[in-house]
């Protein structure tokens, strides 16, 4: 499944390679294998396609969304495409102030302040998508990080590919690495 069919592109099983000829994954592989079967991933999914437009004009590529305090509660997930305006959504208000010039309230907000924005993007062709489609939780060591890009870059510049954006803005620097371009 593809970010263009509504899902995330980890509902398909990552391959791992044996490079070394022991039959085992390298630790770096195994991680890789951990995010794509992250138990959250589904709930960002189904937030990401609610909002996905028929016709994408600018495609925001962030690396993933922030670290969650509570993985069992989804109201305190800070995501980009969560109903509710978190004290972490720097994104999303850069975001609206950049396509609109409004600045919204810091701290937490209710839905209310969110949702219309969200609505408004979507109807304009605003859509963001995620390297890795769950937070990186615990996994965040540089190495971790750069296989994983290298892993999980070349699909996710096919899906971005086949949304065919006019427009394309990286927001995160380790998305742009090398590795991702390269690879692709």
């Not at 969200?118 to 615990?138: A, F, K, S």
Request: hydrophobic share 30%; charged share 30%; glycine share 8%.
């Amino acid at each position: 499944m593809s970010y263009s069919s509504g899902g995330d592109f980890l509902n398909e099983p990552t391959r791992s390679v044996d490079r070394g000829g022991s039959g085992h994954r390298s630790v770096d592989d195994k991680t890789c294998r951990i995010l794509a079967s992250c138990r959250s991933r589904r709930w960002y999914a189904r937030q990401r396609a609610k909002y996905r437009p028929r016709s994408v004009s600018f495609l925001l590529v962030a690396e993933s969304p922030p670290p969650v305090e509570d993985p069992d509660e989804p109201r305190s997930r800070p995501f980009f495409y969560s109903p509710r305006l978190s004290h972490k959504d720097q994104l999303f208000r850069a975001v609206v102030e950049a396509v609109y010039g409004h600045s919204l309230p810091s701290g937490e907000q209710s839905a209310q302040v969110k949702l219309p924005w969200l609505d408004r993007l979507r109807d304009d062709g605003v859509y963001l998508i995620d390297l890795v489609p769950c937070p990186w939780g615990e996994l965040e060591s540089d190495s971790i990080k750069r296989r994983c890009r290298r892993l999980l870059g070349p699909r996710m510049v096919r899906d971005a590919a086949k949304l065919g954006p006019e427009g394309i803005v990286v927001c995160h620097k380790g998305v742009s690495t090398p590795s991702v371009h390269s690879s692709a």
